[in-house]
């Protein structure tokens, strides 16, 4: 049984990372798109009656990247799916998961995307 331990405390550990792909409740309905950059996977997840976007990185990395790079390719993750910018200042999270505002009001996807309402409010 002890030499069990080691193995069983590995998988326990390893539990969170099967769900943490899963976007937010208000992404229930949200598709998502798949896009590598610098290594890392992202997925994308969009939803067309709203002008908000969330992106998780899905693949492991020992030790962790810097939050600065992880984050500029999750912006340009989301830019490369949606064909929008990002609202400066909206975009936020960490390493795992980011949320952001898109502006749409120019650009190739701009006739594609509605604008809706986005909780994401960093300022307050």
Same mark, same amino acid.
């Given at each position: 049984?002890r030499?069990?331990?080691? $193995?069983?405390?590995?998988?326990? $550990?390893? $539990?969170?990372?099967? &769900?943490?792909?899963?976007?937010?409740?208000?992404? @229930?309905?949200?598709?998502?798109?798949?896009?590598? #950059?610098?290594?890392?996977?992202?997925?994308?997840?969009? *939803?067309?009656?709203?002008?908000c976007? *969330?992106?998780?990185?899905?693949?492991? &990395?020992?030790?962790?990247? @810097?939050?600065?790079?992880?984050?500029?390719?999750?912006?340009?993750?989301?830019?490369?799916?949606?064909?929008?910018?990002?609202?400066?200042?909206?975009f #936020?999270?960490? +390493?795992?998961?980011?949320?952001? +505002? $898109?502006?749409?009001?120019?650009?190739?996807?701009?006739? *594609? %995307?509605?604008?809706?309402?986005?909780?994401?409010?960093? %300022?307050?």
């Amino acid at each position: 049984m002890r030499k069990h331990l080691p $193995l069983l405390a590995l998988i326990v $550990l390893c $539990l969170p990372a099967c &769900v943490a792909d899963s976007p937010a409740l208000g992404y @229930s309905r949200a598709g998502f798109s798949t896009v590598e #950059i610098g290594g890392n996977t992202y997925r994308v997840y969009t *939803e067309e009656t709203r002008n908000c976007v *969330e992106v998780h990185r899905v693949n492991f &990395v020992f030790p962790p990247p @810097s939050r600065r790079e992880i984050l500029m390719q999750m912006e340009t993750a989301a830019m490369q799916v949606t064909q929008c910018k990002l609202k400066k200042g909206t975009f #936020i999270g960490d +390493q795992a998961m980011s949320k952001g +505002q $898109l502006d749409c009001s120019e650009g190739a996807g701009a006739k *594609e %995307w509605v604008p809706g309402t986005c909780n994401i409010r960093p %300022w307050g």
